[in-house]
T-cell receptor
Framework: GAVVSQHPSWVICKSGTSVKIECRSL??????MFWYRQFPKQSLMLMAT?????????EQGVEKDKFLINHASLTLSTLTVTSAHPEDSSFYIC????????????FGSGTRLTVV | QKEVEQDPGPLSVPEGAIVSLNCTYS??????FMWYRQYSRKGPELLMY????GNKEDGRFTAQVDKSSKYISLFIRDSQPSDSATYLC??????????FGTGTSLTVIP
């Protein structure tokens, strides 16, 4: 079945630094990737949708300059949290879809970001 | 009104019980319906995927969709402690818009 690999699984960084999270589709071509954020005991909140080779589409209220998304290839998308602050601490999860249109089908294992 | 409504629980049942999890929705454009299981600090794992009204069974899990009532359910038979997790319903339009429920926290007590 489809596998999405997400790294790192957890990261601690200092306030003001940037953190990059990678999401790779291992056995299929991910034309679309979704990035979600999840606070404790809450559901997934879609942050942005990225299509390979084009700019990401951000949800309302998500700062595009703070959460930089790159989807340069069919198997890799990255989310960079720039100038991280403690309020950015959260669980970030990617999801990848293939050309068949089963978007949001396979999730990565998530990245727990803690900003201190 | 939210696109997808799901009772957050928590739901606590004894081992062996039948669990019923439900979601309602308002958008008639939803055509695909999914149930995910999420263990603590892990990404969601797809359990069931269906696109038509009726029942779909997979082992101890049965997904039920009633498009006329805009209501979906997930039944877990012979529940096990390993079923303890958060269960998220998700719905997708033909335009590939994707919405999650808030998740229901389930604990199965040995």
């Amino acid at each position: 079945g489809a596998v999405v690999s997400q790294h790192p699984s957890w990261v601690i960084c200092k306030s003001g630094t940037s953190v990059k999270i990678e999401c790779r589709s291992l056995d299929f071509q991910a034309t679309t990737m979704f990035w979600y954020r999840q606070f404790p005991k809450q559901s997934l909140m879609l942050m942005a949708t990225s299509n390979e080779g084009s700019k990401a589409t951000y949800e309302q209220g998500v700062e595009k300059d703070k959460f930089l998304i790159n989807h340069a290839s069919l198997t890799l998308s990255t989310l960079t949290v720039t100038s991280a602050h403690p309020e950015d601490s959260s669980f970030y999860i990617c999801s990848a879809g293939d050309r068949l249109g089963f978007y949001g089908y396979t999730f990565g294992s998530g990245t727990r970001l803690t900003v201190v | 009104q939210k696109e997808v409504e799901q009772d957050p629980g928590p739901l606590s049942v004894p081992e062996g019980a039948i669990v019923s999890l439900n979601c309602t929705y308002s958008n008639s454009a939803f055509q695909y319906f999914m149930w995910y299981r999420q263990y603590s600090r892990k990404g969601p794992e797809l359990l069931m995927y269906t696109y038509s009204s009726g029942n779909k069974e997979d082992g101890r899990f049965t997904a039920q969709v009633d498009k006329s009532s805009k209501y979906i359910s997930l039944f877990i038979r012979d529940s096990q402690p390993s079923d303890s997790a958060t269960y998220l319903c998700a719905m997708q339009t033909t335009g590939n818009q994707f919405y999650f429920g808030t998740g229901t926290s389930l604990t199965v007590i040995p």
